[in-house]
C-alpha cells in the first residue's frame, strides 16, 4: 500500500532530510515540519496517515504536540510514532500514555522504523517478524 | 507510736545499754549527731535518778527530722524499774529542731526512802494485848513483869538505836555516792555538750580535759590523740601545766609508759591505785599523791584514737561504775574526734571536688563545640561558654528550645528526647538563623545517669558544621551538574549520530544511486562504528544513572525463553558479521522474577561482547539452567569461541572503567562500562556474574537471576500474626482486548500500566502482595494476594476499580479488565510450621485460578 503520507516532525533538518529520503524510498509521500507549531498546521493541511514525532521541539515539545493533535477531531486518531534520543526509561512509558503508538529511540534501524510505520497504518506485515 | 522494747533498769550497765539503743535509733533515723547525744544525756542522767530515787519519770523529746517530727517518749517505771522507749511521728511540721523536755518529777527530786522493819507492829494492837494481861497479873507479877519488860524495851531501844545509827551511816554513804554519781553526769553532759557543738579538735580535746578537772574533783586530765603508729598527734592537758611536759618529751619520741601501752591494747581502763609507788616510768608523779590514775582508750567504731588519763579518789578507783563511767565519756570524746574527722574528710573531699569541678569548667569553656547541660525539663543547667558566645548571654534555667531555637514545645527530632528514651547517644543537625546568619549544627546527647542508674540530666554537645554543610552542598551541586552535563551531552549526540546513521544506512540500502563493493565496504565501516559509537553513549547514561541512584529494577514474571529468543532476533537483523548465534535452552526452564528491560541490556551487552571478540565463522551461544548450587536461581551463560581473557584480567573485568587490553578487532578499548553496568544490574536482581575463560579458546560469562516463586513473594504477608487473622484475599485481575486478538507490544504496555496502576493502590499496606503476573494468550491476568477478611478485601478492589478506570493507557489499548476475589481460609494456626502449609495451599489455589483462566 504506497503513498499514504507521513507527517515528519523534527528539529534537526540533517534528520529530517534522511528520514525523507527513507520513507520516500519505501513509497511514502512525505510532509515535514520543524517545529509544533508548524507540527499542527501541517498536520491540518496535509491530514497525514501517520506521524513521526520528536519530543525536544522548538515551541513546544512533542508532549504538548499530540495533546494538541488529540484534541482536534479531524486529528486526532492518526496514529503517532515518536521517535526521540531521550531517554526510553523515562520517556516510553510517558509517551504511551499519552497516546502514541510506540517509541524509538535515535538512531533507530530502518528496518525497524519501517516496521513499526506499517503496523501504525494497519498494513500487512512485510518479511521481517516484528521484534520489539 | 512505735513500741522499741522495753530495756530493764537494773545496774549501771543497763543504763549504757539503753543508752546506746538511743544512739543507735537516733542514727538509724537520722537525727544527727547532735540530738542523739542530747539524747542519750538525757536518758543516762534520767535513768540514773531514777534508779537512785525510785520515782517514775517521763521524758519527752520532740525531734523534727527533715518534715517528719519525732517525739520520742520514754517512760521509766520504778516498780518494774524499767524504761519502756518509743517514738511517736506526729503529724506537726516545724521548721526549726525543737528540743522540748518534759521530765516529771525530775526537776524537783528529793530523796526519800521509806524506811520499814518486817517485825514492827502497830502500836494499837500491842497496847490492847497488853491491857489483857495487865488485868489477869498481880502486882509482883506485874512488876516483875513490867521490870523484865522494861529491861527488854531498853535492849531494844538499844539495838533499835544500833540499827538506827547503822542506817544513818549507810544513808550519808549514800548521799556521797548520789552526789558523787550527780558530779559524774554532770561531766557527762558537759563533754557530750562540748563534742555537739566544738569542731576543732584542739577545743574538744582542751575542753573535755577542763571539765574533768573543774567539774569532777580531778587535780588533772590529759588526752593525747596517736597515729596508728603511736606517733603523737595531738595532746591537751589540764591541771597538769609543765608537769606534763616531760610526758609530751616522751610521746613525741614515741616512747610510751607502760600504763598506756597497756590501756592502747584493751578496752577496759589501766587503773593505776598508787602511781607514785608503783610507776616507774611515769614522768608525772608530783600530784598524784593519795590519788590513783586511770587511763583509757579512745575508740569509736573500731578505732583507736588516743588515750584519755585522769586521777581520781583512791577510794572510787576500783569502783566499777565509775569506771564504766569514765569509759562512756572515754567513748563520747572519741565519737567527737570520728566526727571532726569525718567533717575533716568532707571538707577534703569537696575540695577536691572543687578543683576538679574548675578544671573540668576549664577544659569545657576551651572547647571548640558548644556545650550544654539539660535537666530532664529541658531546664539548661549548664553551658559553656562557646554556647554563651554563640546563643548570645546566659541561657541557665531556661528551657533549651526556647533559649536556642525560640520554640514554645521540644523541637523535633531533638536528640536529648531520644537520649532521655532509650537511655543512648543520638545526633540530630538542625539548621538555625543567628542574626540573619544561617548557621547549621551537630547536635550529640548523651545521658547522664545517677549512681543508682537513672537519667537525670543529658548533656548536648552542639558542633558548628555550617563549612562541612557548604562544602557537602557545593561538592552535591557539582556532582549534579555533572551528571545533568553527562545526561544532556548524551542525549545530543544522539542527533547528529542519528543522521549519521541514517544517511549511512541510505547509502548502503542504494537508495542514492549504485555504489561500487569498495564503497559498500567502507560504508560498512561507518556503519559499525556508528553502531559503536551508540553503545557508548547508552553504556555512559547508564552508568550515570547508576551513580545518581537512578538505575532502578522493575521485578516481574518473566519467561527467560521468550525473551532470549526475542534478543536473539534483533542481532540477526544487526549482525552482519559472519558469527553463529544459537541458544541451548531446556524445555520447562522455569519462569525469572526480574526486570525484562536490564536482561535485555545484561544480555545485548554479553552477546556483543562475544561477538566483537569472536572471529568470523565463530559461534556464540546463549545458555539457561536451574543453577546447580542453588536451585532459586536461574543461571544464564553466554559463552563465545574468541580469543580468550588473560587470567590477570579477569579478576578487573567488571570494574568501573576498566578497558581491556586484548582489545576486539577494531582495535578499539571501549569506555569500559559495559561489564560494570552488567554488573551491577545483575546484583541489584539478587544474582551474581563471575567469567570463565581460557585464552584462544572462548569465554563464558554467567550470571544468575531469581527463579519466579509465589512463596517468596508471599512471604511478607504470610506472618504468623497474620495467620491467625484467618484469611486470605486473592483478587484476580485480568486485562483482555475488547474484540479478540493477539497482544501487542502496545496492549503488554498497557497491561504494565495496569499492573502498575494495581501496585499504587495497595502500596501503602505490607499486608498485600503481588505475586505473579503470567501471560496467557488472551490477555493477562495478574493477583493480588492480601491478608484480611471479605470486606477488607472489597474495599480494595473498589479501590483498584477507580484507578483502573481512570488509567488511559488501557483505554488507548482498547483493552478491558475484569477483577474477581477469591477467599482461602488460613485455619492452619495450630500446627508448627502454618506459613510452609499455607504458601502451599495458597500457590495451590493460584495454580487453579491460572488454570481456570
Redesign the interface.
Known amino acids: 500500500m504506497k503513498g499514504k503520507k507521513i507527517l515528519i516532525v523534527d528539529d ?1 533538518k ?2 529530517l532530510l ?2 525523507n ?2 520513507l520516500r ?1 519505501s513509497g511514502y509521500t512525505v510532509a515535514s515540519a520543524t517545529d509544533a507549531i508548524q507540527a499542527i498546521s501541517v498536520a491540518q493541511q496535509e491530514k497525514p496517515d501517520a506521524i513521526i514525532l520528536d519530543i525536544g521541539l522548538p515551541g513546544g515539545d512533542g508532549f504538548v504536540v499530540m495533546e494538541r493533535l488529540r484534541s482536534l477531531i479531524p486529528l486526532a486518531h492518526i496514529p503517532i510514532i515518536i521517535l526521540s ?3 526510553p ?1 523515562i520517556n ?2 510517558k509517551a ?2 499519552a ?1 502514541a ?2 517509541f524509538l ?8 522504523l519501517l516496521q513499526v510505520i506499517r ?1 501504525a497504518l494497519g498494513e500487512p506485515k512485510g518479511q ?5 | 507510736m512505735i513500741e522499741l522494747g522495753t530495756i530493764p533498769i537494773k545496774d549501771k550497765a543497763s543504763i549504757v545499754e539503753a543508752r546506746n539503743k538511743i544512739r543507735l535509733l537516733a542514727e538509724d533515723l537520722e537525727l544527727g549527731s547532735i540530738t542523739s547525744i542530747r539524747i542519750a544525756t538525757m536518758i543516762s542522767e534520767l535513768s540514773r535518778r531514777m534508779l537512785a530515787t525510785g520515782q517514775p519519770s517521763v521524758i519527752k523529746v520532740a525531734v523534727d527530722k527533715g518534715k517528719e517530727l519525732f517525739e520520742l517518749v520514754l517512760e521509766f517505771t520504778p516498780g518494774q524499774a524499767c524504761a519502756a522507749i518509743g517514738i511517736k511521728v506526729l503529724e506537726a511540721v516545724f521548721d526549726n529542731v525543737k528540743l522540748s523536755e518534759k521530765a516529771d518529777g525530775v526537776q524537783s527530786i528529793k530523796t526519800s526512802k521509806v524506811l520499814l522493819d518486817p517485825q514492827f507492829e502497830p502500836a494499837e494492837e500491842f497496847i490492847e494485848r497488853e491491857r489483857g494481861l495487865l488485868g489477869r497479873l498481880t502486882r509482883e507479877e506485874l512488876y516483875l513483869q513490867l521490870k523484865e519488860y522494861s529491861a527488854h524495851l531498853e535492849e531494844r531501844v538499844e539495838e533499835r538505836t544500833a540499827e538506827l545509827q547503822q542506817e544513818i551511816t549507810e544513808r550519808k554513804e549514800a548521799e556521797a555516792k548520789l552526789q558523787q554519781l550527780s558530779l559524774v553526769l554532770r561531766a557527762i553532759r558537759n563533754v557530750d555538750q562540748l563534742i555537739t557543738k566544738e569542731k576543732d579538735r584542739g577545743k574538744l580535746l582542751k575542753g573535755s580535759c577542763d571539765n574533768f578537772v573543774e567539774t569532777r574533783g580531778c587535780s588533772n586530765a590529759w588526752v593525747t590523740l596517736l597515729d596508728e603508729f603511736g606517733k603523737l598527734v595531738a595532746y591537751a592537758e589540764s591541771g597538769l601545766g609543765k608537769d606534763f611536759l616531760p610526758m609530751v618529751e616522751l610521746m613525741k619520741r614515741g616512747q610510751l609508759p607502760t600504763c598506756m601501752q597497756r590501756a592502747l591494747k584493751q578496752s577496759a581502763a589501766v587503773v593505776t591505785e598508787a602511781p607514785v609507788s608503783t610507776c616507774t616510768d611515769c614522768p608525772i608523779s608530783i600530784n598524784y599523791a593519795g590519788r590513783s590514775a586511770a587511763i583509757v582508750r579512745l575508740e569509736y567504731k573500731g578505732k583507736v584514737y588516743g588515750l584519755l588519763s585522769i586521777d581520781v579518789p583512791r577510794e572510787l578507783a576500783t569502783d566499777a561504775e565509775e569506771l564504766s563511767l569514765f569509759h562512756e565519756v572515754a567513748t563520747d570524746i572519741a565519737f567527737g574526734l570520728y566526727n571532726i574527722e569525718l567533717e575533716e574528710r568532707h571538707k577534703q573531699v569537696e575540695e577536691v571536688l572543687q578543683v576538679e569541678k574548675n578544671k573540668l569548667q576549664s577544659l569545657v569553656d576551651a572547647m571548640a563545640d558548644g556545650l550544654t547541660i539539660q535537666d530532664r525539663y529541658y531546664n539548661i543547667i549548664h553551658q559553656n561558654e562557646p554556647t554563651r558566645i554563640a546563643f548570645g548571654g546566659d541561657h541557665l534555667g531556661e528551657k533549651c528550645y526556647r533559649a536556642y531555637a525560640g520554640r514554645e514545645t521540644v523541637c523535633d527530632g531533638c536528640p536529648v528526647e531520644e537520649a532521655f528514651k532509650d537511655g543512648k547517644s543520638h545526633t540530630a543537625e538542625r539548621k538555625t538563623t543567628i542574626a540573619g546568619k544561617v548557621v547549621f549544627w551537630a547536635n550529640t546527647a548523651s545521658p547522664i545517669r545517677d549512681a543508682s542508674g537513672e537519667i537525670v540530666s543529658c548533656l548536648e554537645i552542639t558542633r558548628d558544621i555550617t563549612e562541612r554543610k557548604r562544602a557537602e552542598e557545593a561538592l552535591i551541586g557539582l556532582d549534579h551538574m555533572k551528571s545533568e552535563f553527562i545526561s544532556r551531552v548524551s542525549h545530543e549526540i544522539r542527533s547528529p549520530l542519528t543522521a549519521i546513521h541514517q544517511f549511512a544506512t541510505i547509502l548502503l540500502d542504494g537508495l542514492a544511486g549504485d555504489i561500487s563493493s569498495e564503497q559498500r565496504e567502507y560504508l560498512e565501516i561507518v556503519l559499525r562504528n556508528i553502531n559503536q559509537l551508540r553503545v557508548m553513549v547508552n553504556d555512559l547514561l547508564e552508568v550515570n544513572r547508576a551513580e545518581t541512584g537512578r538505575l532502578t529494577i522493575n521485578p516481574r514474571y518473566v519467561s527467560l525463553a521468550e525473551l532470549v529468543s526475542e534478543i536473539i532476533g534483533t542481532f540477526r537483523v544487526t549482525t552482519t558479521k559472519g558469527v553463529l548465534l544459537t541458544t541451548d535452552l531446556p524445555k520447562g526452564l522455569p519462569p525469572i522474577r526480574a526486570d525484562p528491560d536490564r536482561v535485555r541490556e545484561i544480555l545485548t551487552n554479553l552477546i556483543d561482547n562475544a561477538i566483537k571478540f569472536t572471529p568470523e565463522k565463530g559461534r556464540v551461544v546463549i545458555g539457561a539452567e536451574v543453577y546447580k548450587r542453588n536451585p532459586n536461581f536461574v543461571c544464564v551463560a553466554v559463552s563465545d569461541t574468541g580469543c580468550g581473557i588473560h587470567p590477570k584480567e579477569r579478576k578487573r573485568i567488571f570494574e568501573y572503567l576498566h578497558q581491556a587490553q586484548n582489545s576486539g578487532v577494531d582495535g578499539r578499548k571501549g569506555l569500559g562500562l559495559g561489564l560494570y553496568i552488567c554488573r551491577e544490574l545483575v546484583r541489584r536482581h539478587g544474582g551474581r556474574i563471575w567469567l570463565e575463560s581460557e585464552l584462544e579458546h572462548g569465554s563464558k560469562f554467567s550470571f544468575t537471576l531469581p527463579i519466579y516463586s509465589v512463596a517468596n513473594s508471599l512471604a511478607p504477608i504470610l506472618t504468623e500474626k497474620n495467620l491467625w487473622i484467618g484469611s486470605i484475599a486473592i483478587l484476580t485481575i485480568k486485562v483482555f482486548p475488547i474484540k479478540e486478538r493477539p497482544l501487542t507490544v502496545t496492549d503488554k504496555i498497557a497491561s504494565q500500566k495496569a499492573w502498575d496502576v494495581v501496585n499504587g493502590c495497595i502500596f501503602p499496606s505490607k499486608d498485600v502482595v503481588l505475586p505473579i503476573m503470567p501471560q496467557t494468550q488472551l490477555g493477562e491476568v495478574f493477583y493480588v494476594v492480601m491478608c484480611a477478611d471479605h470486606r477488607d478485601a472489597e474495599v480494595l478492589v473498589r479501590r483498584i476499580r477507580d484507578h483502573l478506570k481512570r488509567c488511559e493507557a488501557l483505554h488507548n489499548a482498547r483493552l478491558k479488565w475484569t477483577i474477581s476475589i477469591s477467599m482461602l481460609e488460613t485455619a492452619l494456626a495450630g500446627s508448627d510450621e502454618p506459613s510452609k502449609e499455607v504458601v502451599k495451599k495458597v500457590e495451590d489455589r493460584i495454580e487453579e485460578l491460572v488454570k481456570s483462566v
Open positions: 534537526d540533517d534528520v534522511g528520514l529520503v527513507r524510498a534520543g531521550k531517554d526509561i516510553r512509558e504511551i500514555n497516546g503508538q510506540a529511540q535515535k538512531p533507530v534501524d530502518s528496518v525497524v503496523k521481517m517478524q516484528e521484534k520489539m
